[in-house]
C-alpha cells in the first residue's frame, strides 16, 4: 500500500523556518519524482516544488525560489522541504504527491505564518 506521510508543519512567524518532512513507502521510492503542493483556503490547490528521482533536478514556483530548498534521502525513503524566510502568504497545507498509473497524496500538514 502507498503511503505519504507529511509532517512538520506548525505555526510560525513570519521571517521563521520549517522544514517539512514526507516519509513515502510502498512503492520503489528511488524511481519517481515527488512533489510538493499547498491549499491555502479558498483558493486552489498549487505546485509548490519537485525533485526528480536522482535528486540532480528541482523545480521551484516563482512564489518560493530562493527561500525553499527540497532535497530526498534515499536511505529513509523521505523527500524534505526547507522553508525559510516564510511569509504569511505561505500559509497553507502542504501536500506531497506523486504518480505512478494514478496520483497518491499524503494527508497533508498545516503550515500557518503569523504576521
Known amino acids: 500500500e502507498v503511503q505519504l506521510v507529511e509532517s512538520g508543519g506548525g505555526l510560525v512567524q513570519a521571517g521563521g523556518s520549517l522544514r517539512l518532512s514526507c516519509a513515502a513507502s510502498?512503492?520503489?521510492?528511488?524511481?519517481?519524482?515527488i512533489g510538493w503542493f499547498r491549499q491555502a483556503p479558498g483558493k486552489e490547490r498549487e505546485g509548490v516544488s519537485c525533485?526528480?528521482?536522482?535528486?540532480?533536478?528541482?523545480y521551484y514556483a516563482d512564489s518560493v525560489k530562493g527561500r525553499f530548498t527540497i532535497s530526498r534521502d534515499s536511505a529513509k525513503n523521505t523527500v524534505y522541504l526547507q522553508m525559510n524566510s516564510l511569509k504569511p502568504e505561505d500559509t497553507a497545507v502542504y501536500y506531497c504527491?506523486?504518480?505512478?498509473?494514478?496520483?497518491?497524496w499524503g494527508q497533508g500538514t498545516q503550515v500557518t505564518v503569523s504576521s
Open positions: 504527491f506523486y504518480s505512478e498509473r494514478r496520483d497518491y
Open positions: 510502498g512503492f520503489t521510492f528511488d524511481a519517481y519524482a
Open positions: 525533485i526528480i528521482n536522482s535528486g540532480a533536478s528541482t
